[in-house]
């Protein structure tokens, strides 16, 4: 019979193999007494009060607790305070930049692009004229105060704490964000408004927040992305080609006015120049022959005679210094005519030569 066979169960019973259990020998302890309570008590708390020492970086505020009420303020630097349970320090970095986003979502789980269609209840709105649009936004803060950071808004336990506080700043801004866009036109938010809008969301933001008094400095909103629903947006995009073409003929028109206008301008002062020295040019010359004409009314006045033959005689050479006739009496005529070729001309004339003896 094998060793199977001999501890194999027989009719519902049998033997059970034998069990060795080893014999366990304890070291000899020294006697316990109070002076050894009493060092090791030392120990503890020696080791206990080390962990009480605390480092606060250059970019750190630390919060300083006792029993979990706020006592002090702890610079940069190594600090040291009672440990836990007594006390804690909570470190809070005032200079980093912290992000929330509205209406969007840069990074889902696991690292993939969430649906741009999941955040719809945050990003459309209303605005003044009550056209819907959608509107992406990025708000960056930072602590301002420490201690209204860590104890006003969300609960002061660790793993809470940050996620509470940016759904706080989130439906802050949402709030902030829907209030602006209802007062605003479309157009406005989709062109040239977007910097006074978004600055307006900001100071809006702060407001509440101080109100909250979250010591939380808000220090940009901007919008990453403002359109119209994609339902209507071939028909936005449309509007936006026909106000773009009138800015277009509006800015054409005016550069055509403003280059017409000095040309003329330019003519208009030229006319005016030419006129008034037309005028002057007539006022001087009547000016002058009123002159001369009273110069020679008084020197008549003086001779009349000699004047009247003075001027006679300045009339006749200006006549007659054009003129290809001769004067001739009536005896020299006659002798001239056959040398002249001369015939008979109108009465009193003969050819181009008058006949008497006139002067």
Not at 280 to 296: H, N, P, T
């Amino acid at each position: 019979m094998g060793w199977e066979d001999k501890w194999r169960p027989q009719g519902g019973g049998g033997q059970r193999p034998p069990i060795e259990i080893p014999e366990i020998k304890l070291p000899n302890l020294p006697p316990i007494n109070s002076s050894t309570i009493a060092i090791g008590l030392l120990v503890l708390a020696l080791v206990w009060a080390l962990t009480g020492f605390y480092k606060v970086g250059l970019n750190e505020k630390g919060v300083v607790l006792l029993f979990g009420k706020y006592t002090k303020m702890a610079e940069p630097g190594l600090n040291w305070f009672f440990p836990t349970p007594i006390g804690d320090v909570i470190k809070v970095k005032i200079e980093e930049i912290k992000r929330v986003e509205i209406g969007f979502r840069s990074e889902g789980r696991r690292g993939r692009a969430p649906n741009p269609n999941a955040f719809h209840e945050e990003s459309l709105m209303l605005t003044k004229a009550v056209n819907i649009i959608d509107i992406d936004m990025v708000v960056q803060y930072q602590v301002g105060d420490a201690v209204k950071y860590l104890f006003n808004i969300a609960d002061s336990r660790r793993s809470l704490f940050d996620r509470g506080l940016e759904e706080t700043v989130r439906n802050v801004g949402e709030a902030a964000l829907r209030e602006v866009v209802g007062r605003s036109e479309i157009d406005q938010l989709l062109t040239t408004e977007k910097s006074r809008v978004q600055e307006e969301i900001r100071v809006l933001m702060q407001e509440i927040l101080d109100r909250y008094d979250a010591g939380i400095i808000i220090g940009l909103v901007q919008f990453q992305d403002v359109h119209p629903p994609q339902e209507v947006k071939a028909a936005f995009k449309d509007v936006n080609n026909a106000e773009e073409d009138k800015n277009r003929l509006i800015r054409e028109a005016e550069g055509y006015l403003n280059q017409i206008v000095p040309v003329t301008r330019g003519k208009v002062e030229q006319v005016i120049k030419e006129a008034e020295g037309y005028r002057a040019e007539k006022i001087a010359r009547a000016e002058g022959d009123a002159s001369r004409f009273l110069q020679q009314v008084n020197e008549y006045n003086k001779a009349k005679d000699i004047t009247r033959k003075r001027l006679y005689l300045e009339a006749m050479e200006l006549v007659l210094s054009t003129s290809n006739k001769f004067m001739v009496d009536k005896e020299t005529a006659s002798k001239l005519m056959p040398i002249l070729q001369m015939g008979s001309g109108p009465a009193g004339m003969v050819g181009g030569v008058t006949e008497g003896g006139g002067r």
